[in-house]
């Protein structure tokens, strides 16, 4: 075994996906189970599948690719607008993606057509988070100009929320877009039944019964870390530790909290603030920055992270319950940021349990 080690839990991959499968499914809704974050992963995409998912989402159609070579034929939903360059490969690989550009979706349309397909579209409105999507006084034209291409069929709104301006999903957001998806019906010859009503962070509105009629979730950080995007809480009956970092004590000593000398810059152009804890234990595990995203990390219990370079991670482990020696290994739960991290680093290396 190689340190730093990604445990890939696919068992509780399965019952994450399960679960919320069947939230979804007493809601009708239509649950899409999103790999991105584990840049594709053919075996926890099905884990996502055998869990009851019918569609997978992705980002990036390298990670695609990845799961086509593998073998996984469920329906690709490309959850990134696509590139204009990348037209010809994306209706190819994805049946549906998101847009908001109409210069693109005529590009998705020639594309298509080139390759005697149909290619889905959902269109995205921005519903104030900011992020993609267009603004709903556009959206009579963009629905009448997409009435026009033989090769693209549009399914519906959608609206992604609380990714950059953290703009929770609410009765009145997600209401005023089923209100839009019923004025675009009026101007477009098919019916659109898909209203893609967001991410994760619908989650909690879906809990307490509060979420308006929307037909599809999009779902990736509750599935692979059982929780809600809001306010990051459990979902109830979910595994939280579906994926676990393990990293190796390369050091271990009693040190001073205070750096010794003139004080400058740390590695990476900030100017570090200490706290004195006095003379304390003191551990470096083998796990640094190239590895994973620090902030994201949550430590043993009893352990404390004091920081991090490239290659290693600074703890205090003075409160840690276990005697602790060079050669031990540390557990670590990532968050999001870290698990895309740890996923993304070819130095870490990832162990599948069934
Ligand atoms: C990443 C992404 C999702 C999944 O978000 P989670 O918070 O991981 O559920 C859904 N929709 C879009 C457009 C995304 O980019």
């Known amino acids: 075994m190689t340190y730093p080690n990604l445990i890939i839990d696919l068992q509780k991959l399965r019952d994450n996906a399960r679960l919320l499968t069947n939230l979804c499914h007493r809601n009708n809704i239509d649950p899409v189970g999103v790999t991105k974050v584990t840049c594709g992963d053919p075996r926890v995409a099905q884990a996502m599948l055998d869990g009851g998912m019918r569609m997978l989402a992705e980002s990036r159609l390298e990670n695609a690719l990845r799961l086509r070579e593998a073998g996984i034929n469920a329906p690709l939903l490309l959850l990134r607008l696509p590139m204009i360059s990348q037209a010809d490969q994306v209706v190819r690989i994805f049946q549906c993606s998101l847009n908001s550009e109409l210069k693109t979706i005529e590009a998705l349309n020639a594309a298509a057509a080139k390759a005697g397909l149909i290619h889905e579209v959902i269109l995205m409105i921005d519903m104030g988070d900011l992020r993609e999507g267009i603004w709903p006084d556009q959206l009579d034209d963009n629905i009448q100009a997409l009435a026009s291409l033989q090769h693209i069929r549009l399914l519906g709104l ?13 009765r009145d957001n997600l209401g005023r877009l089923l209100e839009y998806n019923r004025r675009a019906a009026r101007f477009y010859p098919h019916p659109l039944p898909v209203i893609s009503g967001g991410n994760s962070s619908s989650l909690p509105l879906l809990l307490k019964g509060h979420l308006p009629p929307v037909t599809q979730l999009r779902l990736g950080e509750s599935i692979v870390l059982g929780r809600e995007t809001v306010d990051r809480q459990p979902v109830p009956g979910a595994h939280l530790d579906c994926f676990q970092l393990q990293a190796e004590v390369i050091e271990l000593r009693q040190k001073p909290s205070i750096p010794i000398g003139e004080i400058g810059q740390d590695a990476f152009g900030g100017t570090p603030v200490f706290q004195d804890r006095g003379l304390h234990s003191r551990a ?3 796990l640094g920055r190239q590895d994973v995203a620090i902030d ?8 404390e992270i004091l920081g991090a370079s490239s290659d290693h991670l600074l703890l205090d482990v003075s409160k840690y319950s276990s005697p602790l020696q060079v050669g031990d290994l540390l557990t670590f739960s990532p968050g999001y940021g870290a698990l895309l991290a740890a996923m993304t680093s070819s130095y870490v290396s990832k162990e599948y349990r069934h």
């Open 158 to 170: 959608g609206t992604n929320l609380t990714c950059y301006g953290g703009v929770i999903p609410t």
């Open 284 to 286: 470096i595990v083998a």
């Open 296 to 303: 994201s990390l949550e430590p043993p219990l009893g352990v």
